[in-house]
């Protein structure tokens, strides 16, 4: 099993303010997915990383792969109250079904 | 439906009640899976279908939780006697096809068991 680390755990900031959250691995990841869980409901994908040192883009959003494919980011622009939720990373099963996701991000955007 | 229903959203029980959680998936989905997610974790993985066939079910805490889909469709998890530390929210994920394609996560169930 590999094992996540991410951090910080818990993150409050202003709405207007920018934020970046972690994941990372001791192991290589074949690629990697964020996920956005907001109270209440359950986590939707936001995006997959597969190559080292990748860079995706989803509105104010970046997501960006370590170049050795250990760790990777997510960066929000300008953070909004709903981009408030539980970020949470999980690698892509290789030989395997079950995702096995990080303890997650709680990030709160105060208006 | 449009996406993974699961009911009831809202469970309390007792300590020592059987429960019952009920998921509806994505019409069509071969592939359902159940998490439990713990108080400020992420989900861990519980049990998983492909249709009917209950392939994989290393993730389930102990032999007091049951899972089913007798006809490929809905699923139901049962967890019976229930403890304190079945305290959780359980989701259902569903996905088209092969297990590796992308899952889709119902709102859960949140179970307090007092």
């Known amino acids: 099993t590999q094992l996540l680390e991410q951090s910080p755990q818990f993150l409050s900031i202003q709405e207007g303010e920018n934020l970046t959250v972690y994941c990372n691995s001791s192991s290589v990841f074949s690629s990697l997915q964020w996920y956005r869980q907001e109270p209440g409901e359950g986590p939707v994908l936001l995006v997959t990383v597969v190559t080292g040192g990748e860079v995706k883009k989803l509105k104010r959003l970046t997501f960006q792969f370590g170049d050795a494919r250990k760790d990777s980011s997510l960066h929000i622009t300008a953070a909004q109250p709903g981009d408030t939720g539980l970020y949470l990373c999980a690698p892509v099963p290789v030989n395997d079904y079950k995702l096995s996701f990080g303890a997650g991000t709680t990030v709160t955007v105060r208006a | 439906g449009a996406g993974v229903s699961q009911s009831p959203r809202y469970k309390v029980a007792k300590r020592g009640q059987d429960v019952a959680l009920r998921c509806d998936p994505i019409?069509?989905?071969?592939?359902l899976f159940w998490y439990q997610q713990a108080l400020g974790q992420g989900p861990e993985f519980l049990t998983y279908f492909q249709n009917e066939a209950q392939l994989d079910k290393s993730g389930l805490p102990s032999d007091r939780f049951f899972a089913e889909r007798p006809e490929g469709s809905v699923s139901t998890l049962k967890i019976q006697r229930t403890q304190q530390e079945d305290s959780a929210v359980y989701l259902c994920a569903s996905s088209l096809g092969l297990a590796k394609n992308i899952q889709y996560f119902g709102a859960g169930t949140r179970l307090s068991v007092l």
């Open positions: 019409s069509g989905h071969v592939s």
